[in-house]
């Protein structure tokens, strides 16, 4: 990626590796605001996110990168019971009480960094939940090449002044949109912080530019969004469902002959017909497709490796064991089946008059909608085993969604 400073030009780092990776480093979480826009009784620093407070996740972004040393963070008075509940077993230091705005905050939080100085510091909003180690290796290797860094995004929208009716529009050239983390050489931010107590300034980037530091950018990211309304939770709770699960897809094909017997079972439904399935349990060659399908998915080897045909228990066996088996390993995983469809391919039996049955079927056995079911036939025109009447095939794909190994 390349990073841009404001007042020249920066090279790319690829691979980032940090100037001097002995550098004390710590992350300051500032969390001490009432977020009134947010418009519940619970800051928004503490709302759950996908089964973790916001507050927690954007801590725990920091303690986890190898880049940093620490956390500590800054909370408001009245949340200390709400901030132990969310970060209580993390074994950071005591929380700072912050001020009545960010800049106090941040400046109360850097006085107590003070005691053990750290060589830089991060200051990151407690209400950014979503932050990755890929922003944070960028704005690092930004300030330790300038000493001074902002996590941002160029401005791609074109821009409008004015109020109920346009009176200009802005040159977004040169424009970018900033984010947390914003890091700093130590000595240099808490003295401008001293310096500019009380200014009003909007980050800790404005602070740093008012007194004379000259600060890089740093390529951001869309997903490193602030949690500002309940419409943002909903937001970074929808990339967190993205992120959590893989797509998984699977195939299966499975052949069955005719044999003796006046009944086929395909897809989990008896069919009448002159002759039967030959093959392990009970054939259901549909069944075995999906079951197979599903197990690839997986990478969990195939209904034969499960279910060996030489165990006489399995002889006649119902199929339906070996599907609803493949569907509680993707729960057991804690992943789901998004959609299976499956193709039929024979002669006779006429697979559509019993197409809604099998699908009902299917989806029952799977716990899923039907509407997440596909059943399809064709013949193969007279060609082949299945166009001589000799057998039944049938294929199948499944579409999973698991949470990554890693």
């Known amino acids: 990626m390349q990073l841009w400073c404001r007042r020249l030009c920066q090279s790319r780092f690829a691979p980032f590796r940090y100037e001097n990776p002995m550098k004390r480093r710590i992350a300051l979480v500032v969390a001490a605001g009432r977020g ?109 090449a300038h000493g001074a860094a902002v996590a941002a995004l160029r401005v791609n929208d074109t821009l409008k002044r004015g109020g109920a009716i346009v009176t200009a529009t802005v040159d977004r050239n040169g424009l970018w949109r900033a984010q947390t983390p914003q890091a700093f050489a130590f000595g240099p931010i808490l003295a401008a912080h001293h310096t500019h107590a009380g200014a009003d300034l909007s980050d800790d980037a404005a602070v740093a530019e008012r007194a004379g530091i000259a600060v890089a950018l740093a390529e951001g990211a869309e997903d490193n969004l602030k949690i500002t309304n309940p419409e943002d939770l909903d937001r970074a709770r929808r990339l967190l469902d993205c992120r959590a699960l893989t797509v998984r897809v699977g195939q299966g094909f499975d052949v069955h002959r005719f044999g003796p017997g006046d009944i086929v079972v395909i897809g989990g439904i008896g069919i009448p017909h002159d002759s039967g399935l030959v093959g392990h349990s009970d054939a259901d060659v549909a069944l075995h497709a999906l079951t197979d399908a599903i197990l690839g998915g997986l990478a969990d080897g195939d209904i034969g490796s499960h279910f060996p045909p ?80 000799e057998g039944i095939a049938a294929q199948a794909v499944a579409t999973l969604r698991l949470p990554p190994e890693d």
């Not at 006779?348 to 019993?354: Q, Y």
């Not at 399809?376 to 009447?389: M, Q, S, V, Y």
């Open 310 to 389: 030489s165990d006489p228990r399995w002889r006649g066996a119902d199929s339906a064991i070996f599907l609803r088996h493949a569907a509680a390993l993707v729960r057991g995983r804690g992943g789901a089946i998004d959609h299976v469809d499956l193709t039929i391919l024979c002669e006779r039996p006429k697979i559509g008059p019993h197409r809604p049955a099998m699908t009902a079927r299917i989806a029952e056995l799977l716990q899923i909608p039907p509407s997440r079911v596909g059943v399809k036939a064709t013949t193969t025109e007279g060609l082949g085993f299945t166009g001589r009447g």
């Open 36 to 144: 009134t826009r947010f418009g519940r009784a619970l800051p928004k620093q503490y709302a759950d996110l996908a089964g973790a407070p916001v507050i927690r996740r954007a801590v725990l972004a920091f303690l986890q990168h190898p880049g940093v040393a620490g956390v500590r963070c800054v909370i408001h008075p009245d949340d200390a019971s709400a901030y132990e509940a969310a970060v209580g077993d993390l074994g950071l230091p005591p929380a700072v009480h912050g001020g009545p705005t960010r800049q106090e905050s941040v400046r109360l939080g850097l006085e107590a960094l003070a005691a053990e100085p750290p060589d830089m510091v991060l200051i990151h909003d407690g209400a950014r939940p979503l932050i990755d180690s890929n922003v944070i290796d960028r704005t690092v290797a930004a300030a330790e």
